[in-house]
């Protein structure tokens, strides 16, 4: 099963495969790995086709899989690990936490990792609040960036149901850092939050200005300015 999948994955986009947009979209995210030069829309055609003509039953099928798809050389094959892994999702569960963790690790770059953060951890931890907490305190604190990234991120879709408390004290726990990822992040999930609670982000950038980088402090404002 896992060697068709990903014989059809290669397959269909060697079939698309563009050299001169491999060029730019290499040039555009600042990388060295390979590119086909296939665009999303073909990649979504590939994932529904691989959900529709190769059916999972187990867990272990889905984590088994999903890793030899994101371990294929191209991006695109990267991109289609994790639209596939969102797409089966019965099988977005604690027992594939580690999966995602070595998916964000290795992939180093927030084309990667914001799809995961948000699509992947977001959903475990809406499901299951008290064991990912537990688990996101420790990533705040990780050496890796993406994995602080992520733990800021894991509530970007999560409106009414936010912990905001939660993501209010991960953001102050990074404020200090000049990193521009974590910085945007940060600026970022407190302007996704402040769609639901304007006046309690608003609030909370007010007290918190000294601490959060100017970058922060625009992109959380950015939607609740003037209001």
Not at 74 to 93: F, G, N, P, Q, V
Not at 221 to 226: A, C, D, E, M, T
Request: aromatic content about 12%.
């Amino acid at each position: 099963m896992e060697k068709k999948i990903t014989k059809y994955i290669s397959n269909k986009l060697a079939e698309n495969a563009n050299p001169n947009d491999a060029i730019h979209m290499q040039r555009y995210m600042k990388t060295s790995m390979p590119y086909y030069g296939v665009k999303s829309p073909i990649h979504n055609s590939i994932v529904m086709n691989v959900k529709k003509s190769f059916p999972i039953s187990n867990q272990e099928e889905y984590n088994n899989i999903i890793l030899k798809i994101w371990q294929l050389p191209h991006r695109e094959e990267k991109y289609i690990s994790i639209k596939l892994a969102r797409k089966w999702k019965k099988y977005i569960t604690l027992d594939a936490l580690p999966l995602y963790e070595k998916m964000i690790r290795e992939g180093q770059w927030w084309d990667f990792i914001d799809p995961i953060a948000v699509g992947l951890i977001g959903i475990l931890l809406f499901e299951n609040r008290m064991k990912m907490n537990n688990i996101l305190d420790k990533w705040i604190l990780d050496e890796n960036l993406w994995i602080r990234r992520s733990a800021i991120l894991a509530q970007l879709k999560h409106k009414e149901n936010t912990d905001f408390e939660k993501l209010f004290s991960y953001c102050l726990q990074c404020a200090h850092e000049k990193e521009f990822f974590i910085q945007k992040a940060i600026g970022w999930a407190l302007r996704e939050y402040s769609k639901t609670a304007p006046k309690q982000v608003k609030g909370y950038i007010n007290k918190n200005k000294n601490r959060l980088s100017n970058l922060s402090i625009r992109e959380g404002l950015r939607i609740i300015q003037n209001k």
